[in-house]
Nanobody, 117 residues
């Protein structure tokens, strides 16, 4: 199973970006999917998650600005990021619970998001 993330880049404060992460490989079912981020010198933190049924949760720092969604037919999770701030600068990683023969967590390689002031 592989998770391929895309959509990162450089944007000015107040701008928007949309991240995508597609799962591929031997997949029987996908459970929760989500996005994490890690800024230099900081621990990786949960940004947003979404269950297979569409229930979402967000870090307090991004509530009202970021929206997580998924397309189950495409095995893809999205993160729409609006009103970006310099403190959102980080490497963003997608994560998914995937069932092949058993449930396992998988990580994408990460995509850089840089927000300039």
């Amino acid at each position: 199973v592989q998770l391929q993330a895309s959509g990162g880049g450089l944007v000015q404060a107040g701008g928007s970006l949309r991240l995508s992460c597609a799962a591929s490989g031997s997949i029987f079912s996908i459970g929760a999917m989500g996005w994490y981020r890690q800024a230099p010198g900081k621990q990786r933190e949960l940004v947003a998650g979404i269950t297979s049924g569409g229930r979402t949760n967000y870090a307090d720092s991004v509530k009202g600005r970021f929206t997580v969604s998924r397309d189950n037919a495409k095995n893809t999770v999205y993160l729409q990021m609006n009103s970006l701030k310099p403190e959102d600068t980080a490497v963003y990683y997608c994560n998914a619970e995937v069932k092949d023969s058993d449930w396992m967590h998988y990580w994408g390689k990460g995509t850089q998001v840089t927000v300039s002031s």
